[in-house]
């Protein structure tokens, strides 16, 4: 099984810079600080008399285009228009259209030969499957024709089918066989409905479920989990003093048995604010897992910690 689901529990705005900025990250989109250590670039300009909106281009090490796209601001981005991404090998991958940072209309997948892959409408709530409109096989061959037929999914490298079954008016129907890492799964659907599934890992589990996903929850909800930041943050004494405020983007992931671990400040306005909502996240109380397919698995959340001072604070 794939080791992170990623769930970001705020949507979030940050102020702009006004020069370009250059970004090194990892295929799983971990940042790092040197380009040779780095799997692609990310290069965000700002608008200037001719552009209206920040312009993001991402290119693989061998200097081939990975994305190209235009966003209102410059992190994190709200899409505008048309992003486009690409494949190693140059050949467009998908694309898709945006209007505020919201998907409009459907996404278009290919093959790395150039065919036509997918064509679906992608879900609007978190945990929902996308409604599958077209599907093709690497020749050109159409299996899904406006919703209905049968459809074959494959791995990002094409290499490998990881899902198949039965589509009906864009929605999964009857029984589906999915294979991921060693494990495979059989769910049953009615009409996009989710009936009932059985998991068996690589090592020979079988496990039953009737529901594939939930996320995992600090005990006691969001308002525990805003309870516990406000007893448990302590403004730093001198950014009180400096009148220093704004909010701490912090990433963490919550472990199968719920403990809190992995806690990284993604960006902060002061490195004191920063260094305190670490940890106080450190200090977080277990959380119920998040479960998939009958069993817990690690989640990564990113969270916003806003550190704000009162009229007539000190």
């Known amino acids: 099984m794939r080791l992170l689901l990623t769930f970001s529990l705020f949507c979030i705005s940050l102020t702009c810079f006004a020069q370009e900025q250059i ?7 971990k940042k790092v600080d040197l380009k040779d250590s780095a799997d692609y670039i990310r290069v965000v300009q700002p608008p200037d008399s001719n552009v209206v909106f920040f312009t993001v281009i991402e290119f693989y090490k061998n200097g081939k285009l ?22 190693e090998n140059g050949v467009k991958s998908s694309v898709s259209n945006y209007n ?4 409009v209309g459907f996404i278009n997948e290919f093959f790395p030969n150039g065919k036509p892959y997918l064509v679906k409408d992608p879900a609007k709530e978190p945990f929902s499957d996308d409604k599958i409109i077209a599907n093709y096989d690497s020749l050109g061959k159409q299996l899904v024709t406006t919703g209905n037929g049968y459809c074959k999914l494959y791995d990002e490298d094409f290499k490998v089918l990881t899902a198949e079954g039965a589509v009906k008016e864009g929605k ?3 029984i589906w066989h999915f294979r991921n890492d060693g494990a495979t799964r059989v769910e049953t659907y009615a009409q996009g409905t989710f009936l009932e599934g ?7 589990e079988i496990v039953k479920y009737t529901k594939r996903e939930s996320p995992p929850e600090f005990r006691g909800g969001v308002q525990g989990f805003t309870r516990f930041l406000e007893k448990s943050i302590k403004y730093p ?3 009180r003093k400096n ?10 992931v919550v472990e199968r048995n719920g403990t809190i671990t992995d806690v990284t400040v993604v960006r902060t306005p002061n490195e004191a604010l920063g260094n305190e909502a670490s940890r106080v996240l450190k200090l977080s109380p277990p959380w119920s897992p ?5 069993r817990p698995v690690r989640v990564q959340y990113t969270v916003p910690i806003n550190f704000s001072l009162g009229a007539g604070s000190n």
């Open 100 to 103: 505020n940072g919201k998907l």
């Open 243 to 252: 009148n220093i405020q704004g909010k701490v983007f912090v990433s963490f």
């Open 198 to 204: 059985t998991h068996t890992t690589a090592e020979g």
């Open 172 to 174: 999964k129907d009857g």
């Open 290 to 294: 998040g479960i998939q397919y009958g």
């Open 23 to 29: 970004f090194y990250f990892k295929k799983n989109g």
């Open 237 to 239: 004494k001198l950014e």
């Open 66 to 87: 990975k994305l190209t796209a235009e966003s209102i601001k410059d992190y994190p981005f709200t899409f505008q228009g048309e992003k486009t991404t690409y494949f």
